[in-house]
């Protein structure tokens, strides 16, 4: 006696092809969803003041500590 491999129902191909189909639009919905949040944060941040730079002066960069390494070389 032979092993026949019988097709599944049409029935059940529809359904799996409905599946996949919902799976990937709950996917697409989420990533939509993630990319307008990121857009609301990156307008949110551009219209909040932003610090201001502070420039270094030759008297701050004297007064700071030499790098650990620094000490070894000589």
């Keep these: 006696m032979t092993?026949?491999?019988t097709p599944p129902p049409q029935d059940f191909q529809k359904m799996c092809k409905q599946a996949e189909r919902d799976q990937e639009a709950r996917k697409l919905a989420l990533l939509i969803d993630r990319v307008k949040r990121q857009i609301a944060?990156?307008?949110n941040a551009a219209a909040s003041p932003k610090r201001p730079v502070i420039a270094i002066n030759n008297d701050a960069a004297s007064s700071r500590l030499p790098s650990r390494s620094a000490l070894f070389e000589r």
Excluded: F, L, T
């Design 3 to 5: 092993n026949r491999v």
């Design 41 to 43: 944060e990156r307008d």
